[in-house]
């Protein structure tokens, strides 16, 4: 651990919060003026200024001592205690409610930024552990804070830290942006692909409002005139397909479960199309040669039939041969007209799911049998090009992959740092004068 200097929060800082506003009323919190920071307007580190009440000028005078200026660091003290902003585009004029801390230097011995990483790390979330010792008060008093030590190295050390930190958080921020990107395009070409599908020429078909001509109106929506409606009971009886459930408590107990062996897929270890199995329940080889039909194979469908109904997943390479668990259901289509992907990604689009939340039966908990789901009716078009909306689907999803893959990266990194920097275990290097003078020419 670093010899660094240590000083409270006391000792360095003007530390200010207020009980209560005495009067406010609720036509108080106005349309415009001064802007009043609350509890829910902290969003990640920062302060949400258009999530923010406004209150009238003479409310804004009155509380002085709490102004809140560039800089400043907010903390709250009520309710989710530990909450930190950083200020750092504050508008001309916004004051605090009840339930934060206005926290800064009085003395020049620490930089904003360097505290406020200090006060979003586990130096802090310690000392507040062992300062509320198990307290069911979910209050953080002036005079507990006040104790806090802050960690002081040298005023430039502090300033490169959270520099470097802060070039994480921008780098997370906007891989969060572009995640955030990559939902909303998916949701655009989800509707598209379910409502225009693919042509011949491998693109999307000219919407229904310049080319009428190649639509249909059916009973889940408009659909290109080429494509059939059918029930999930016909599909599978073209295809020479089943539905069946997946085996009932009594055929397989909880008791069985083991560390390790065959991965039993449950309605939780589906998520986003996929099978996670990062919680997944096992049971031996043995036992599982004993629920053989319930074993998976390739292009299966497992299909979630209680609890949230939407989760469905097609069958890869890597779940061959785990088996269909307790709550769910095995669809295996057969034959070869049909892609186990594009499925997947049918039933849980939205024309499929009203269906399902209108038939769901159950009253705490929803759930699905084979009768409701063979009336569920399923757009029925051409192998080609079920696979081809699959495919641009699939696509999407693997750069969203990529991001979310970096977006762990990053947070690991910062993670890391974080107790590295702000520890002094790892010592960042400040430039020297002429260094820093080269750099500039």
Not at 25 to 33: C, K, T, Y
Not at 190 to 196: A, E, I, N, Q, V
Request: include cysteine; glycine fraction near 8%; charged fraction near 25%.
């Amino acid at each position: 651990m670093s010899e660094w200097p240590t000083k409270t929060i006391k000792s360095t800082s003007y530390l200010k919060g207020r009980i209560g506003w005495q009067g406010l009323r609720a036509d108080e919190f106005l349309e415009e003026g001064p802007f009043l920071i609350t509890g829910t307007d902290f969003t990640d580190g920062e302060i949400d200024w258009s999530n923010c009440y406004h209150v009238s000028e003479w409310r804004f005078r009155e509380a002085a001592y709490i102004h809140v200026k560039n800089g400043d660091i907010l903390i709250t003290k009520d309710g989710t205690i530990g909450k930190v902003a950083l200020v750092r585009r504050c508008p001309e004029k916004a004051v605090l409610n009840s339930g934060i801390f206005l926290l800064r230097c009085a003395d020049g011995s620490y930089d904003h930024g360097f505290v406020y990483y200090v006060l979003t790390s586990e130096i802090f979330s310690d000392f507040l552990r062992k300062s509320l010792n198990g307290s069911t008060i979910n209050h953080l008093y002036q005079h507990v804070f006040e104790k806090f030590r802050v960690p002081l190295p040298d005023k430039k050390e502090q300033k490169k830290i959270a520099r470097i930190l802060q070039i994480i958080d921008e780098s997370i921020k906007k891989n969060e942006a572009l995640l955030d990107k990559h939902r909303q395009i998916k949701s655009g070409l989800m509707h598209d692909l379910f409502s225009r599908g693919i042509g011949p020429d491998g693109h999307l078909r000219p919407p229904r409002e310049q080319a009428p001509e190649l639509y249909q109106k059916t009973s889940i929506g408009w659909i290109p005139s080429d494509w059939e409606t059918l029930k999930l009971s016909e599909i599978l009886q073209k295809s020479g397909g089943y539905l069946q459930t997946g085996p009932f408590g009594s055929q397989l107990h909880s008791h069985e479960y083991t560390d390790e062996g065959i991965p039993v897929v449950m309605p939780q270890d589906i998520n986003n199309g996929s099978v996670d199995d990062s919680h997944i329940a096992r049971i031996t080889e043995s036992r599982a040669q004993t629920l053989a039909k319930h074993r998976l194979k390739i292009g299966d469908i497992i299909i979630a039939r209680r609890g949230e109904l939407s989760r469905a997943a097609a069958i890869s390479q890597t779940e061959e041969g785990w088996v269909c668990g307790t709550g769910c259901f095995l669809l295996r289509l057969g034959g070869s007209s049909l892609d186990s992907s594009f499925f997947s990604l049918a039933y849980r689009h939205s024309m499929i799911q009203r269906q399902v939340d209108g038939l769901a039966v159950g009253s705490t908990m929803p759930s699905l049998n084979n009768g409701i789901v063979s009336k569920l009716v399923f757009p029925y078009m051409r192998k080609e090009e079920q696979s081809a909306i699959a495919d641009k689907v699939q696509l999407l999803d693997n750069r969203k992959t990529c991001a979310e893959i970096e977006l762990k990266k990053l947070k690991s990194l910062k993670f890391g740092l974080m107790h590295d920097l702000l520890t002094g275990e790892v010592p960042v290097r400040i430039e020297s004068e002429e260094e820093r003078a080269v750099e500039t020419v």
